[in-house]
């Protein structure tokens, strides 16, 4: 049993209130505190603890957690913290565990807690910070050597990227770059990750520089797969930008797509070709394209499923053609986790928003917009948050 529900449970035993447990180095909100966990007992408090509840001192002190375990547990909400987008919380509890670790003088344990200050502190928007907490953590190490300082920020990145916090990922693979070869598979990698988190933050029509410089490198490396998704980038740049179809980025990419012995299955030239259409306004077009590769998909990824649900809901309302487009757009919001909030998933309540506005539903359409502001602030969506916000301006 911990320290807090011992203290809590040999209190209410004896019929005694919080305040009836003041005394030297104790007060009323000290106990509070102790019982809820939020702080640990000094030695002081638990001698006066003990002489309260007549049990000895080594009764209560062996109810206190391991100093080690305080931090592992400061640091779990530190994580749940950066999970809800809570920068101060975020912070605050990370801080606390880098000075529980540093007191312990164990160097793993100070580099997990640095990493994970410094990503409270990337929510925060104080990369430079961050950036020197990373830094910081990789000398920790034990054997310093043998972690390469990129390591750290790639895998940083990485969690960043795939919990949708834009912003971090972004820093992270500038920071990457600035600390890789030029010209080498992690450069490769990092420009295009850059590229897909510029499209998300900026636009379609964004990104197109890195995902470049990823095609050009990945090609001199023989990386297929990275090759394959800088020329997916550039070929979605150019047709946001209204730009004619760059034909040999086309037919590189259905050769890289084509290659029986080394396939890249999670790119699906189909959606890509639908959105080409619904740019061009042949909508009905990209519908058939659309369900075809919906049919003949066997493979159930989620991402796919709503790239999917989106392309056919926005084709849908453009021919007006709402009820197909609120089936969609149901079926697209079922297969999102309760618990998940991605880009894809914001998208999808986007166009759910402006389907209600079509329909003249005005009111459930703001309802349905105005959470969105606060999550794409969180995930650092800035022309979300700007689309967003000018339709609410619009609209009220």
Same mark, same amino acid.
């Given at each position: ?21 003041s005394g030297p180095g104790v007060s009323r909100s000290l106990v509070s505190q102790l019982e809820r966990e939020q702080i640990r007992p000094t030695p ?104 390469? $300082? ?38 490769a990698n990092a420009y295009m990750y850059l590229g897909v988190v510029r499209q998300a933050r900026y636009g379609n029509a964004a990104g197109i520089e ?9 090609? $001199? ?64 077009? $990209? ?110």
């Amino acid at each position: 049993m911990s320290f807090g529900k011992k203290l809590r449970e040999l209190r209410l035993e004896r019929g005694l209130s919080q305040a009836d447990l003041s005394g030297p180095g104790v007060s009323r909100s000290l106990v509070s505190q102790l019982e809820r966990e939020q702080i640990r007992p000094t030695p002081q408090a638990i001698q006066t603890l003990s002489e309260k509840l007549g049990v000895s001192y080594d009764f209560l002190r062996d109810a206190v957690v391991p100093i080690e375990n305080t931090c592992q547990v400061l640091l779990k909400h530190a994580w749940k913290a950066i999970e809800k987008g809570d920068m101060a919380d975020s912070y605050e509890l990370s801080d606390q565990a880098v000075s529980v670790a540093m007191s312990i003088g164990d160097r793993e344990l100070i580099s997990h807690a640095q990493l994970i200050r410094g990503w409270a502190l990337m929510l925060k928007g104080e990369p430079a910070k961050a950036l020197k907490d990373i830094a910081q953590a990789e000398s920790h190490f034990i054997k310093p050597q043998s972690i390469p $300082s990129f390591r750290v920020l790639q895998s940083m990145a990485m969690s960043a990227f795939y919990n949708d916090y834009y912003g971090l990922a972004e820093s992270y693979f500038e920071a990457i770059l600035n600390r890789v070869p030029p010209r080498s598979l992690e450069s490769a990698n990092a420009y295009m990750y850059l590229g897909v988190v510029r499209q998300a933050r900026y636009g379609n029509a964004a990104g197109i520089e890195e995902f470049s410089k990823a095609e050009a490198l990945a090609a $001199s490396l023989g990386e297929r797969h990275i090759e394959a998704w800088g020329l997916v980038g550039q070929i979605t740049a150019a047709i946001k930008q209204n730009l004619s179809s760059p034909t040999e980025k086309w037919s590189r990419l259905k050769s890289l797509l084509n290659d029986k012995d080394r396939p890249i299955s999670e790119i699906h030239i189909d959606l890509l070709i639908a959105y080409e259409q619904r740019q061009r306004g042949d909508y009905k077009t $990209s519908i058939d394209t659309l369900l075809k590769f919906q049919a003949s998909s066997s493979e159930k990824n989620q991402v796919n499923l709503l790239d999917t649900a989106y392309e056919l809901a926005r084709n849908y309302v453009a021919i007006g053609d709402y009820d197909s487009a609120q089936a969609i757009i149901n079926r697209g919001l079922e297969d999102v986790p309760s618990t998940r909030r991605s880009y894809i998933d914001i998208h999808l309540w986007m166009v759910q928003a402006r389907l209600f506005f079509y329909k003249g539903q005005t009111t459930t359409a703001i309802h349905t917009l105005k959470p969105l502001v606060p999550l794409a602030h969180m995930m650092s969506l800035d022309r979300f948050e700007s689309k967003i916000s000018k339709w609410l301006k619009e609209w009220e």
